[in-house]
C-alpha cells in the first residue's frame, strides 16, 4: 500500500509564510512527478506547481514567485514554500505524485488527504 500524508497547514496573516510537506510511505518502487494542487469552496482542484524526480518545476501564474516546490527523494517527500500569502489563497491544499508501487509494472496518481490553509487579512 501507498500513501501520502500531508502537513503544515494552518492560519496566518496575510503576508506571512507557512511550509507545507508531503511525505509518501508505503511500498514504493519509484516516484516520478509530484505536485500540490488547492481546492478552496465552490471551485474546482487547481494545480500550482509540479517538480519532477530530476527537479523541474514549473508554477502556476497566480503562485509564481511566491511559492517554491521542492523535493527531498531520500525522504520520498515534497514540500511547497509559501510567502506573501494572500487572503485569496485559503483552501484546503492536496499533494499528488505518480509512483510506481513495488508490485506494478506501471505508476498511479496518488493523492493526500489535504492539508487546510486559512489566511486571515
Known amino acids: 500500500q501507498v500513501q501520502l500524508v500531508e502537513s503544515g497547514g494552518g492560519l496566518v496573516q496575510a503576508g506571512g509564510s507557512l511550509r507545507l510537506s508531503c511525505a509518501a510511505s508505503?511500498?514504493?518502487?519509484?516516484?516520478?512527478?509530484m505536485g500540490w494542487y488547492r481546492q478552496a469552496p465552490g471551485q474546482l482542484r487547481e494545480l500550482l506547481a509540479r517538480?519532477?524526480?530530476?527537479?523541474?518545476?514549473n508554477y502556476a501564474d497566480s503562485v509564481k514567485g511566491r511559492f517554491t516546490i521542492s523535493r527531498d527523494n531520500a525522504k520520498n517527500t515534497v514540500y511547497l514554500q509559501m510567502n506573501s500569502l494572500k487572503p485569496e489563497d485559503a483552501a484546503v491544499y492536496y499533494c499528488?505524485?505518480?509512483?510506481?508501487?513495488?508490485?506494478?509494472?506501471?505508476?498511479?496518481?496518488?493523492w493526500g488527504q489535504g492539508t487546510q490553509v486559512i489566511v486571515s487579512s
Open positions: 517538480i519532477t524526480s530530476g527537479g523541474t518545476t
Open positions: 499528488n505524485a505518480d509512483i510506481r508501487p513495488r508490485w506494478a509494472a506501471r505508476s498511479s496518481t496518488y
Open positions: 508505503g511500498s514504493i518502487g519509484n516516484i516520478n512527478a
